[in-house]
């Protein structure tokens, strides 16, 4: 029997296919600007680090739900921040990361060779993990374009356009869950960075009507508190289904490290390093979109998260790459999001304030010593 490895089925990896812009960008005199990941650069809050150091003696297994305090602060600060409802401990279950999470969702609700729906332009992993439970594929942004999904991904605030979802929108895909049965796993990762538009949870009221059924919420550390290396998210939601996860990931041994438990306690709990960190990126992003539009560019959407969607006239994503390449500046192009993608690069905020700076300077044609086309 001849068999097919589970990597060749899948896509190529995607910062894989911008290897040459990525040498073109590191051979600018004054070095690389690498604004193609959402990798946060700034330093963890003080109090985190200390609970994960207070914790980090520890020994024994950790629990898979989480602890009773993690899973307390998980729904109080979902209540809190997001105004999520209809919130138990037993419907929030911590994850090693929202990537894995997502990686694995399609396998671990059992849905098997059934369709999965993801948006029109979406974070690669909901393809992936599709892929991996070898679903097929469908791109939809509307119920209407997602019939037979039995999993439907959405994402508000996007990876990578920044769009913020209705909360009309988002109380059709409540009502197609209702309707159909099917499952939507809503990506909320960037709802803490809002900029021009008030993002909405999935598990908030007025989408919900207070029925969470065959409703998710993914949540993550990663971006305003800076836990991108800590691997620290969380699921919330249907209890149903939290339920069905757990047992699964219990069975597998996926299981957040203790020590990590308790540094999301303490990152859950307090909201002023969150509100410090967005006014860190409220000034990156500022100075960005002026020196992006100063260059020719146009900023599309970006009404929160931690990217601008961008545009050059003439060029599509790998052109504008290209040019941005040239200057030294690594963007990640937007057809790796999918065919729709295809016009933008996606540039991030999480670059220091001198490498910000210095790409403001490059796109406003200062420092231009380095020979660009």
Known sequence: MTRTPLGAQLPDFPWDTIAEYKALANAHPDGIVDLS???PVDPVSPSIQLALANHAAEPGYPQTMGTPELRAEIVHSLERRYHAAGLSEKSVLPVIGTKEAIAWLPTMLGVRGSTVAIPEVAYPTYEVGA?????????????????????????????PTGRVASVEELRAWAGFARETGAIIASDECYMGLPWSADPVSLLDPRVTGGDNTNLLAIHSLSKTSNMASYRAGMLAGDERLIQELLAVRKHAGLMVPGPIQHAMVASLADDDHEAAQRLIYAKRRALLIDALITAGFSIDYSEAGLYLWARRDGLDSRGSLDWLARRGILAAPGDFYGPSGSQ??????????ERIAAAAARLGGRGADFPVG
């Open 37 to 39: 990941v959402g990798t």
């Open 131 to 159: 892929l991996i439970a070898g679903c097929r594929v469908v791109r939809a942004d509307a119920p209407a374009d997602a019939e037979g999904a039995e999993i439907v991904f959405i994402n508000s605030p996007s990876n």
């Open 344 to 353: 933008h690069v996606r540039v991030g905020l999480t670059a220091t304030d």
